[in-house]
Structure formats: C-alpha cells, structure tokens
C-alpha cells in the first residue's frame, strides 16, 4: 500500500514562507514524477509544481513561478515544496501527488496524498 502523507502546513500571514514535506511510504519514489496541487474553496483542484524522478527537471504554475521551488530527496522518500512570498489567494488544500514516469505536468497521478491546508491571512 502507497501512501503519501502531506505536512507543514498552516496559518501565516501574507509574505511569510511556509515549507511543506510530502513523504512517501510503501514503495520507493524514485521513479516516480512528484508534484503538489491545490484547491481553494470552490474552486477546481489546479496545478502547482512538479519534479522529475531524477530532479534534472521542474514545472511550476505561472502564479508561483518565482516564489515556490519544488525539490526531492529520493534516500529519504521526500519531496518539498518551499513557498516563499506567500499571498491570500496561496490559500488552499495542497495535495502531494505522484506518477510513474509520469510527464512534469501529472496529467494521472497514480497515487494522492490526503491534502494540508494552507492558510494565508492579509
């Protein structure tokens, strides 16, 4: 059994930084595309971030390109997403997701982590 457990996240206030972990159990991730998305209330889960199995490669949306960096530790099944400058419309559930070989947009991740809110106030 896969799974993916999401932590770090939390209150801040705008401009602060928040840095999340998402770790992987049951099965090595090193072959796998990693990535983060979020859903805000009412709205569509969207893209975030993604890293290559090998981490030669990143994908960010344009809203956070600049902001948040996307890394991967592949000895400890971890990957990160570091988000700096944060804004109230960063405001979200963000989900940790994964894809075997999977393209740097995660077009079907295999597996889905449960989600960790994030809470940017102004």
């Known amino acids: 059994q896969v799974q993916l457990v999401e932590s770090g996240g939390g209150l801040v206030q705008a401009g602060d930084s928040l840095r999340l972990s998402c770790e992987v159990s049951?099965?090595?991730?090193?072959?796998?595309?990693m990535g983060w998305f979020r859903q805000a209330p009412g709205k569509e889960r969207e893209f975030v971030a993604a890293?290559?199995?090998?981490?030669?490669?990143?994908s960010y949306a344009d809203s956070v390109k600049g902001r948040f960096a996307i890394s991967r530790d592949n000895g400890k099944n971890t990957v990160y997403l570091q988000m700096k400058s944060l804004k109230p419309e960063d405001t979200a559930v963000y989900y940790c997701?994964?894809?075997?070989?999977?393209?740097?947009?995660?077009?079907?991740?295999?597996?889905w982590g449960q989600g960790t809110q994030v809470t940017v106030s102004s």
């Open positions: 997701a994964a894809e075997q070989f999977g393209p740097l947009t995660l077009p079907a991740p295999d597996y």
């Open positions: 049951g099965r090595t991730v090193s072959r796998y595309t």
């Open positions: 890293i290559s199995w090998s981490a030669d490669f990143t």
